[in-house]
């Protein structure tokens, strides 16, 4: 099911963090917080064409911590999220 987000908003998948720690503790899944990151699925047209925006497909993105609207497609969970809530663009 194709799915484009409208006004200023993209799609996006939320990207899963390591579930260890740096030191190698295995963190269990009931202890971990949905994750921050996400992969951008689609942008809308108008974030296309908006010159003060670089946000594209493909991206992977930080975002607020209670930032956007979750959608399911096909089976798939997804997040809409406005261009203000994201904060930056991982490099």
């Given at each position: ?69 979750d ?13 203000d ?7």
């Open positions: 099911m194709a799915f484009k987000p409208l006004g200023l908003r993209v799609l996006v998948e939320r990207v899963e963090e390591e579930n260890k720690t740096a030191s190698g503790i295995i963190i269990p899944d009931n202890a971990k917080e949905k994750p921050l990151q996400a992969k951008v699925i689609a942008v809308s047209k108008e974030v296309e064409e908006d010159e003060y925006n670089s946000i594209k497909e493909g991206d992977v993105v930080v975002f607020a911590k209670y930032a956007g609207s959608i399911t497609l096909d089976g798939k969970e997804y997040l809409v999220l406005n261009t809530d994201i904060l930056g663009i991982l490099a």
